[in-house]
């Protein structure tokens, strides 16, 4: 599949969309699936909807206004998918209260099927008996009795096979078959073949009544099995949502007693932005807040993955559904709701599971059309053989093949009906539309999950295809690869430099670190926390600035002391007109070389003095470069700073000059990513990078991820192919990264990817299995070994192999958790 890199003309102005959540019952397989996004789509004012098999959720996205949920909810629920929209703050709404809550469903409908299962299974003990022969007569002579056989049968299809069958029957008059119509379809046809030789001997045809109970035996077993091995693929998940917090303290008046005045308990959902909240040790914090008294240690592992406390104290923030440990704190509420950082993760978590990979939509093509396609080949099965291959392969038939197709309770002749029904009834049955609906969303719901509790928001399947293909990983300097806590190194006023120049008297009796710190008063910079910072520690005063003036990647003006005194780079002096002499050209050029980022102050229309900051790499910064490296990506270097003290980062970082973009203001980075998308890989020769196992898929255009704090390249992240944010930095990162990384931790982008692949390749197994066994099944249970090796493939060993295909596929998205471990 080709990536086209993504463009961005002109800003475009759609429709404000706004987002339903369904939560669906009776889907069965891919076909059922297939026929809820049907119904949605085709309800007026719906844009898209998105249906996920695993999780039983269904996305709708429309016009803000444009459709009611409870009338989608009536509209799947008439068909045959009990349905319930979704309240925003994640609860069902109460309109359709006479459905279950989805949770309450689920356990109801693991209870019914064990139930039916311990039925089946009894029918299926006593049918097998008469396979021991004498064995069985002599304890039981019954069971050597064709009309308690009969009996058997009627009651597997009126107990355990009723809502399979009535279910098939539904999905049948909606002109939406599913996988219960082909198993309905089998049973019955193999009940009905064997009642009518039972009660018209004279046919000369064989009762097989054992088939229908062994075919319900087998696939209650593999549906049971299935609906627990999604249980604990959805485990994670639940122990997400189960992590929001359900009641809050909150305090009164706390204007007159603080911490100590009285708390009265109310739920979490109904504290207001402003309030003060009581967290006792032991307590989960119920919204996100601030602490204003008292001093504790949180458990942030919920969030973030790291077990150590920490330690919290006034002014410090804290979410909600961590845990407090040691003291008692009051909290002043800054969000709540849904508004809370667990919410959104959790929203953000449920989101990502409905968005699907490319690559599946092969498999949803083919699940339109499977049944009837299903349905067709066991029609032509039928007809081959009964016209055609019993009469050209007469012999065989006859003869030991048909004693594989399973034991008969009543011996007769094989008629050439009959193994054209059987063979017909087989192809029916082991066709299992199920493990293609499952094989792409039982694999992003274990990925997803385990990336939440890890602290790695990945935001759906489309991100994990994008990331497969990743070969080129960019990285912000500021904040990013460095700390974002950078610390004045040099001062230099221009006498200091040697100059013999003429230069402005500074306005006494301020320094040039005080009008810097005034003029970055202004602004949140880091390189302005930096100045504020050491004018702090020098303890000077910082004189009044106003007339503020900023331009991103540039610089800042103030007037101070009725001069104009302005801070930036080279650019923003020059497009001020400024000049700026040699020996200043290449002191800057020194400080940069040495990876310093060099401020050039000027005052009244003259330069000044030069400022040089520091900013330290992170202590992961290297480590992770390199990984990404041993895996065959590309690593780059993004900075608005000099190129001088962007390459002095690089080689500490091992990189080559060819692999650092200097210079580049935060306007102008989306389209520096841009450029590099449409490069290609012809630049991808990196002397330490190995050939990745998906070479093969690279394509004409380069696939590129970037990695930012989201300050100042939140339009960067948005045009990467992967925008991947660390948690520290905006609301804004959060909204437009694709993966966003909660511990603030660099070696967390090479997890991430690293759990991105993994969890692919799970889809690319699983789908690869979903086709082979349907593609080789389906074939086998048509006869096609048959006339050669006389083997063919029973109803019932069908059903079998059916149930164990769904099953396998589950428990493979499983296994995600034991090759994913936590480092």
Excluded at 174 to 186: D, E, F, I, S
Aim: hydrophobic residues 45%; charged residues 15%; proline residues 6%.
């Amino acid at each position: 599949m080709q990536l086209v890199p993504k463009t961005k003309l002109a800003p475009e102005f759609d429709p404000i969309l706004e987002k339903i959540i369904l939560d669906v019952g009776g889907m069965k397989c891919a076909g059922c699936v297939n026929a809820v996004e049907r119904q949605l789509t085709q309800h007026p004012g719906v844009k898209s909807a998105c249906v996920n098999l695993a999780t039983e959720v269904a996305v709708v996205e429309s016009e803000t206004g444009a459709v009611d949920a409870d009338a989608l909810a009536q509209r799947l629920t008439a068909v045959g998918f009990p349905t319930q929209p979704r309240k925003p703050n994640g609860t069902v709404a109460g309109e359709i209260s006479t459905l279950p809550d989805p949770a309450e469903r689920q356990r109801r409908e693991m209870r019914s099927s064990v139930r039916q299962l311990a039925i089946a299974a009894i029918l299926l003990l006593l049918s097998g008996s008469g396979h021991f022969g004498n064995l069985g007569s002599s304890v039981l002579p019954v069971l050597n009795n064709i009309w308690f056989h009969c009996g058997l049968a009627t009651v597997a299809l009126l107990i355990p096979g009723r809502p399979i069958i009535v279910d098939g029957w539904l999905g049948w008059r909606r002109n939406a078959p599913n996988m219960n119509t082909l198993v309905g379809l089998g049973t019955l046809t193999a009940y009905i073949a064997s009642l009518v030789a039972l009660l018209f001997p004279k046919m000369g045809w064989e009762c097989f009544f054992d088939e229908p109970v062994m075919m319900l035996g087998f696939i209650l077993l593999g549906r049971t099995l299935e609906q627990q091995a999604r249980g604990r693929a959805a485990a994670a998940f639940r122990k997400l949502l189960a992590l929001q917090p359900q009641v809050a303290r909150l305090i009164a008046n706390p204007e007159k007693g603080g911490m100590g005045s009285s708390s009265v308990e109310i739920p979490a959902e109904q504290v207001r932005v402003g309030e003060w909240v009581q967290v006792l040790p032991g307590d989960k914090i119920p919204v996100d807040g601030e602490v204003v008294v008292g001093k504790t240690t949180v458990d942030e592992s919920m969030l973030t993955g790291e077990a150590v406390p920490v330690i919290k104290q006034p002014g410090d923030p804290v979410t909600g559904g961590t845990l407090n440990q040691s003291g008692a704190i009051a909290i002043q509420t800054t969000r709540t709701g849904s508004d809370t950082t667990l919410a959104r993760i959790v929203a953000l978590v449920e989101a990502a599971q409905t968005r699907k990979a490319p690559v599946q939509k092969l498999a949803d093509t083919v699940a339109g059309y499977f049944t009837y396609g299903v349905l067709t080949a066991s029609v032509l099965t039928f007809v081959f053989w009964y016209f055609f291959g019993t009469h050209i392969w007469a012999d065989v038939s006859m003869s030991g093949g048909m004693e594989m197709m399973g034991h008969a309770t009543h011996e007769a002749p094989h008629s050439p009906l009959l193994i054209s029904l059987k063979l017909a009834i087989a192809v029916m049955v082991v066709a299992c539309p199920c493990a293609l609906g499952l094989a792409t969303p039982t694999a992003i719901l274990v990925g997803t999950a385990m990336g939440a509790e890890r602290g790695l928001l990945i935001k759906g399947g489309d991100v994990l295809e994008k990331v497969h293909q990743l070969n080129t990983v960019v990285f912000d300097k500021t904040g990013t690869l460095t700390t974002g806590n950078p610390i004045v190194t040099d001062c230099l006023l221009i006498e200091e430099m040697g100059s013999k120049e003429p230069h402005p008297p500074l306005p006494t009796p301020y320094s040039l670190i005080q009008l810097a710190a005034a003029v970055e008063s202004g602004t949140h910079h880091p390189l302005a926390k930096a100045i504020q910072q050491e004018a702090q520690q020098q303890q000077l005063s910082i004189p009044e600035a106003v007339d503020f003036h900023t331009e991103p990647g540039l610089g800042v003006s103030a007037v101070v002391e009725g001069k104009i005194v302005l801070l930036g780079n080279w650019d923003w002096l020059s497009w001020h007109g400024i000049a700026i002499n040699e020996t200043a050209q290449q002191v800057a050029q020194d400080l940069a070389t040495d990876g310093k980022t060099v401020v050039c102050v000027a005052v009244g229309g003259t330069l000044a003095g030069l400022i040089a900051v520091s900013d330290t790499l992170r202590p992961d910064a290297q480590s992770t470069v390199d990984k990404l490296r041993q895996m065959g990506l590309r690593v780059m270097l993004l900075s608005g700073d000099r190129k001088e003290a962007a390459n002095a980062i690089a080689k500490q970082l091992g990189l080559d000059s060819a692999d650092v973009i200097a210079g580049v203001p935060p306007a102008k980075k989306a389209a520096a990513i841009q450029s590099l998308q449409l490069e290609g890989t012809s630049r991808q020769g990196d002397k330490a990078t190995k050939k990745t196992p998906n070479s093969s898929l690279l394509t004409s255009h380069s696939v590129v991820a970037m990695v930012g704090d989201g300050i100042n390249d939140a339009p960067a992240l948005s045009q990467a192919d992967v925008g991947i944010a660390l948690h520290s930095g905006t609301d804004v990162a959060m909204e437009t990264a694709e993966i966003v990384l909660m511990r603030d931790r660099l070696n967390d982008v090479v997890e991430s990817i690293q759990l991105s692949r993994a969890t692919f390749n799970k889809i690319r197994q699983n789908l690869f299995w979903a086709f082979a066994y349907n593609t080789v099944g389906i074939p086998l249970a048509a006869g096609v070994l048959f006339p050669s090796l006389g083997f063919v493939l029973n109803p019932s060993g069908a059903a079998a192999l059916m149930a164990f295909s769904s099953v396998s596929v589950v428990t493979n998205s499983i296994l995600l958790r034991r090759l994913t471990h936590h480092p």
